[in-house]
């Protein structure tokens, strides 16, 4: 199921390695028909175009996410995934076969979309299918894959020609097609749709024959008959007995998105550079990506044992001192070109030398804590701790949050720069950093081994239920 993740890390982490391509850069390796301007294929991207080619991946998945509950709820989670291997397959090959900026576009707007839906169904389906002791371990598959995607984009970058690249990723999507079929739809699905036969078999294929499946299929179908006991509307996300759980749902993805992770990616060459490295800068890229994929898993050899609360605050504290540690660095890059400007010949640029350990430290800090912890989380707590009659449209708000606040990010970013300075950014990032840190000491509670009523029961007040019901 997650493998969708997988294919959306992919779209994500393509247009990194395939700009100096699209864009012509010197001393770039670009294939010779790649610059015949007489072919058909020709192609080459200014900044605005490659800006849009970048940032409209998040759009889609904007756009796809808001749709994803409802889907998984009218479909099943199993239907859905299957069928995303569409948008997936014609994404790839819109981009493959572009001869103008606008088939990239609708391209990365498709695998977007496909991957917003994939978002919300993907950890729901995961979680659903989940004993609780396995359900950390297994709900970090969703992001582990996703940092995958990307480091192996970033692998094809080093050498293969934009296109192929592309071509390459269209054959993933059939994969997920082909490995979806073989697979059961979710037990709780199947018991919410009256399929008790059904949902048997399914916990069978995933529990083994030996097991006793009778006492968590009927543990399953009192779930569900409490949330079919009213008729779920998208108001109830603001119900007083689901609105505390979805705002921390929310505030996951929040300080997620809000941590300085695109920023610091954003700044990744320059940060480099400012280290005085020599390194190839798609060769950094990867490095970087194996670093967020290697402590990814090790935080899932870990979340069963710490919790997720414990790797989540973990995580906020490391990128806080990150933030803060890169901001210091380009204050006083800053600074000294100020001095240059008005003390022609000053030494404060051995000074900057002497810290060009620091960015390169707390880039690579902050890219580990980030995967321990902020990276995976969020997608494996929102699935855990929203009550099971709002999971849909709480997991599309969720996911919505996430990717509207990347997209802006994204988009902004640079004109963040412009106005506050490097540091400044950082500095900005640094202090919601301090804001998350503060919200998992309050607010964020621990899911570790805790079935979905122990969960609601930290939030203090249960979903209304008929007398019927009860009886």
């Known amino acids: 199921a997650s493998w969708g993740a997988f294919i959306l890390g992919s779209f994500l982490g393509w247009s990194s390695p395939v700009q100096p391509q699209l864009q012509h850069i010197p001393n770039a390796t670009v294939p010779p028909h790649i610059t015949n301007e007489e072919s058909v294929w020709y192609m ?54 572009a001869v103008h900026p606008s088939m990239l576009y609708i391209g990365r707007i498709l695998g977007g979309a496909a991957g917003g839906i994939a978002s919300v169904v993907a950890p729901s389906y995961v979680s659903e299918i989940s004993i609780p002791s396995m359900r950390g371990l297994l709900g970090f598959s969703f992001q582990l894959m996703v940092v995958l995607g990307i480091l192996i984009v970033s692998l094809f970058g080093l050498g293969l020609d934009w296109r192929l690249i592309s071509a390459i990723e269209a054959v993933f999507p059939v994969i997920l097609l082909l490995s ?34 009778e006492p968590e299929l009927s543990q399953m179908e009192t779930r569900v008959r409490i949330e079919l006991a009213q008729r779920s509307r998208f108001s109830d996300l603001w119900s007083g007995w689901a609105w505390k759980s979805v705002l921390v749902a929310i505030g996951l993805m929040v300080f997620q998105q809000l941590s300085g992770i695109n920023a610091a990616l954003f700044n990744a060459v320059a940060i480099f550079e400012s280290a ?26 870990l979340v069963e044992r710490l919790g997720r609360r414990t790797l989540f605050l973990m995580s906020e504290i490391g990128m806080c001192i990150s933030m803060f540690a890169l901001g210091a660095f380009f204050f006083v890059k800053e600074e000294c070109q100020k001095t240059l400007e008005s003390t022609p010949g000053s ?35 929102v699935s855990e701790i929203l009550p099971a009659k ?42 919601f950093c301090i804001l998350g840190i503060l919200f998992t000491i309050f607010l964020l509670p621990e899911t570790k081994g805790k079935s979905p009523e122990q969960i609601q029961a930290f ?3 249960r979903p209304p239920v008929n007398t019927s019901v009860n009886d």
Do not use: H
């Open 180 to 213: 979806m079929i073989y697979i059961p739809e979710s037990p709780y699905y199947l018991a919410k749709k009256a399929k008790s036969s059904e949902a048997r078999d399914s916990l069978k294929w995933l529990r083994g024959p030996e097991y006793d499946m």
């Open 44 to 97: 080459k991207l200014d900044d605005t175009e490659m800006s849009i080619v970048g940032s409209f991946v998040n759009l889609g998945a904007l756009l796809g996410a808001l749709t994803g509950g409802f889907l998984m709820d009218s479909f099943g989670r199993k239907t859905v995934l299957i069928f995303l291997s569409l948008p997936f397959v014609l994404g790839w090959l819109l981009i493959a076969v």
């Open 390 to 431: 709002v999971k849909a449209p709480g997991s599309s708000a969720a996911a919505f949050t996430n990717w509207f606040l990347a997209f802006i990010v994204t988009l902004t970013f640079v004109d963040i720069q412009n106005a506050i300075g490097s540091s400044g950014a950082f500095w900005m990032f640094g202090c």
């Open 459 to 461: 939030f203090g007040i």
């Open 276 to 301: 005085g490295s020599e390194l190839d800068t798609l060769v950094a890229a990867v490095l970087l990506n194996v670093d967020q994929v290697l402590f990814c898993f090790i935080s899932s050899l």
């Open 347 to 381: 030494d404060c640029e051995q000074q900057v030398t002497a810290l060009g350990w620091l960015p390169l430290t707390s880039l690579i800090l902050f890219i580990a804590t980030f995967a321990i912890g902020a990276g995976p989380m969020p997608w494996l707590m």
